[in-house]
């Protein structure tokens, strides 16, 4: 069992960064694999980005190329996700997942916990 709280949501102007925290519980976090997804008003929830066991594997949605990156340190049980040059329409509630298997998962049924979600939102 794993239980994930996010964490960093906030207001800021277009073009500005927002570092979003997810902490995990229980003792085997770096057998999961992580993903961050994100849902807008009216909208379906959608991948944002993922990352593997070890990290050493990282994939992103093409909305997010370049603009963000996740990470995370297995030690703190903890993945982030770095948000830069942030546009209005990134704004959403984010959530963070993880996956029991190793890889890279970008649907939400491939994931078996999830944490509440943290707001994000971006001024124009």
């Known amino acids: 069992q794993v239980q994930l709280v996010e964490s960093g949501g906030g207001l800021v102007q277009a073009g500005g960064s927002l570092r979003l925290s997810c902490a995990a519980s229980?003792?085997?976090?770096?057998?999961?694999?992580m993903g961050w997804f994100r849902q807008a008003p009216g909208k379906e929830r959608e991948f944002v980005a993922a990352?593997?066991?070890?990290?050493?594997?990282?994939y992103y949605a093409d909305s997010v190329k370049g603009r963000f990156t996740i990470s995370r340190d297995n030690a703190k049980k903890t993945v982030y996700l770095q948000m830069n040059s942030l546009k209005p329409e990134d704004t959403a509630v984010y959530y963070c997942?993880?996956?029991?298997?190793?890889?890279?998962?970008?649907?939400?049924?491939?994931?078996?916990?999830w944490g509440q979600g943290t707001q994000v939102t971006v001024s124009s």
């Open positions: 997942a993880a996956d029991r298997r190793d890889g890279i998962a970008t649907m939400l049924d491939e994931y078996d916990y």
């Open positions: 229980g003792r085997t976090f770096s057998s999961y694999a």
């Open positions: 990352i593997s066991w070890g990290g050493a594997t990282t």
